[in-house]
């Protein structure tokens, strides 16, 4: 009888490494959420995953829990708090979402709802980016920070916007539109609040490296920063300049990376006040990081807490002012990533698999066989942990002479499949010798991959985790249910597009700390479903999500947990097939209208009956109406 249970799966799949207080296996092996924290109200999403099925909501399905949102942001809030106390620092802390990071509007509400106590605002880094900002933003002193490529007519909105008592910021990205500020003001007769983005030289660290250093994409050089203030000296607006802004990019995996940069932005910030630019905001731009892997080595992880984030952050800053007898500057922060990543669960099932293993193996008239397949079945019959390397050679090496054999018309197709099948019997073999085998971890590791299944599930990596493709993100996949049973096989996951990349090979390792290229899973059982959920999927993967292979947004659930149970705030139904084919210009009409007249051609050929082509039709309409994903109404 195995002596699995719930602590062992919890160690396995890293859990509480990634969980953030959000996420554990109850009891039940089950995965629960606690959007409020370990001691807040609890939910078994196993549970809850087939409630929301029974209401007609269908797989793939996107969980998200506004009350993460409400407590990543009181999080982060708080931990700038006690730093500022702390340190005596004289300045405020006021955080602003970059919507850029997921703006689905039910999210921004949310976060704007959350935020309000604590005057969060918004960052805007387009057009269309300002204008949710400047109709959604209505907290009295939350700020809006402009960043990105501008043109006139952005300018005039952002500047307009103060009448409506928005507290817009324009940020000069280029030096280019320095001057079209300045001449947008004055033909509005508005004065302008405006930033500087310095472009830092501290290296950056981690995917977005390249965010910072001499050739980033945005931000001013010291030189292009001492023209500036000389520029609005001679505009008499010097007492424009309200801010000083950077970024270093994304997921910054390092506190010393991020040390250094607010090193060197304070510096330039006591400059800058020195010249007659008297700042009174520091934004340092996005960085936190989200602890995806729990590695805390990694660049899917951190090696810092958000109260340290917080206290280099005050204390760095500090030292440099007081250094120099400057000001201490309010201070913003865009950590968009910190504040959602946690908030939203990928759930998907598992469809069925490909097995390559072979458990064992029979061969009968050993000696009629060629002298390959009889090689390997000495290997098969004689391994044994004291000759496991030495037999690990020799089957690598006959797995080659087979190829070459059959290639060269040496070995027939049933002989080639003999030795296929015995190759996977010994991989088999082996991989259970070598866990009991000294020295051999790297044998056991290279045949674990060899000998993964193939799970076929029921999502697109392209639409719902592009990271996972694109930049190879470690986001922490694992099943919601069956925990108290032992996982017995492994497996990578493959998607339903035909695209072999669509598939994740990567998954959280927590004995060795590195990316392991299969996943623990479970045995399926017939006529059983088998839940797995991608977690810490909010930020950034609905909005770079493409439409490979048409597969389109998947069902999204608003769910809030309260002690007698939980409640669907909203539901946002995922893209029907006629919503994608309209993204990419085709028209269900005119679809509908060319299969009827092949269709009536077909019956006139008489190779259609009437009936044949009315159930053609209705599943063809069916279709067009339906979900892009597989789905069968329970």
């Known amino acids: 009888m195995s002596d699995w ?19 554990r296996i109850n009891s039940q092996g089950n995965v629960e959420a606690s959007p409020q924290g370990l001691k807040g109200p609890k939910i078994d999403l196993m549970n809850l995953v087939e409630d929301l099925i029974e209401r007609g909501i269908r797989m793939p399905m996107l969980l998200r829990f506004p009350d993460i949102v409400k407590s990543r942001i009181d999080l982060l809030t708080g931990c700038f708090a006690r730093a500022i106390k702390e340190y005596n620092y004289q300045g405020e802390y006021r955080g602003v979402y970059p919507i850029k990071v997921n703006q689905q509007r039910h999210l921004v509400e949310e976060i704007i709802d959350h935020g309000r106590e604590h005057k969060f605002g918004l960052e805007a880094g387009s057009k ?34 103060q009448k409506l008592g928005r507290k817009t910021i324009i940020v000069v990205d280029r030096m280019a539109e320095l001057e079209m500020i300045v001449t947008a003001a004055k033909k509005l007769g508005i004065r302008p609040k405006i930033g500087l983005r310095a ?15 001499a050739r980033s994409k945005f931000g001013l050089t010291p030189s292009e920063i001492v023209h500036s203030l000389d520029y609005l000296r001679q505009q008499e607006m010097l007492d424009s300049l309200e801010l000083l802004h950077f970024h270093i990019g994304s997921q910054i995996p390092s506190i010393q990376s991020i040390k250094m940069a607010i090193r060197e932005a304070a510096r330039t910030l006591t400059e800058i006040y020195n010249l007659g630019g008297h700042i009174r ?17 990694s660049d899917s992880s951190t090696n810092y807490s958000e109260q ?3 206290n280099d952050v005050v204390s760095s800053l500090l030292s440099i002012c007081d250094e120099k007898k400057v000001p201490h500057p309010h201070i913003i922060s865009e950590s968009g990533r910190s504040l959602v990543a946690h908030t939203s669960v990928l759930i998907f099932d598992v469809l069925g698999m490909n097995e390559v293993a072979k458990k064992d193996y029979q061969l009968t008239e050993v000696e009629k066989e060629s002298r390959l397949v009889q090689d390997l079945w000495d290997i098969y019959q004689n391994v044994n942990k004291k000759n496991i390397n030495e037999f690990y050679n020799d089957w690598i090496e006959k797995k080659r002479d087979t190829q070459n054999l059959y290639n060269y018309g040496v070995l027939s197709l049933e ?19 070598a866990q009991e085998a000294e020295d051999a971890e790297d044998i056991l590791k290279e045949l674990q991959r060899e000998l993964s299944d193939t799970y076929f599930c029921n999502f697109s990596v392209f639409q719902s985790i592009p990271d996972s493709w694109a930049l190879d993100q470690l986001f922490p996949v694992i099943p919601i249910h069956r925990h108290q049973e032992e996982p017995t096989r492994r497996a990578t996951l493959a998607d339903l597009t035909c695209d072999s ?25 017939p006529q059983t479903s088998y839940y797995m959920g991608a977690f810490l999927a909010g930020a950034y993967q609905e909005i770079l999500g493409d439409l490979h292979n048409l597969f389109g947004d998947t069902d999204t659930v608003h769910v809030s947990v309260t002690e007698g149970g939980y409640h669907v705030d909203h539901v946002v139904e995922g893209d029907s097939v006629t919503e994608v084919l309209n993204y990419v210009e085709y028209s269900r009409s005119e679809l509908l209208e060319k299969v009827r007249r092949t269709t009536e051609a077909s019956i006139l050929r008489g190779t259609l009956s009437r009936s044949e082509a009315r159930l053609l039709l209705k599943h063809y309409e069916q279709g067009l109406a339906g979900y892009t994903y597989l789905f069968e109404p329970k």
């Open 5 to 23: 249970d719930v602590q062992k799966s919890s160690e396995l799949y890293g859990i509480e490494y990634w969980g953030a207080d959000y996420f």
């Open 128 to 161: 269309p980016e300002l204008l949710i900002s400047l109709a959604m933003m209505d907290t009295p002193d939350a700020l809006i920070i402009c960043n990105g490529f501008k043109d006139p007519e952005y300018i005039e909105m952002a500047l307009i916007s």
């Open 199 to 213: 472009k830092l030289y501290t290296p950056g660290a981690g995917r977005w490296a390249e965010t910072s250093g």
């Open 281 to 297: 905001y520091l934004d340092v731009g996005g960085g936190l990081g989200v602890d995806y892997d729990g590695s805390g080595r």
């Open 308 to 310: 340290e984030y917080a």
């Open 415 to 433: 002989q080639r499949a003999k030795a296929d099948d015995l190759s996977w019997a010994i991989a088999f073999k082996m991989s259970k010798v």
């Open 501 to 525: 990349d669509g598939h994740i090979s990567h998954f959280i390792d927590t004995t060795t700390g590195e990316p392991s290229e299969s996943l623990p899973v479970h045995s399926l059982k």
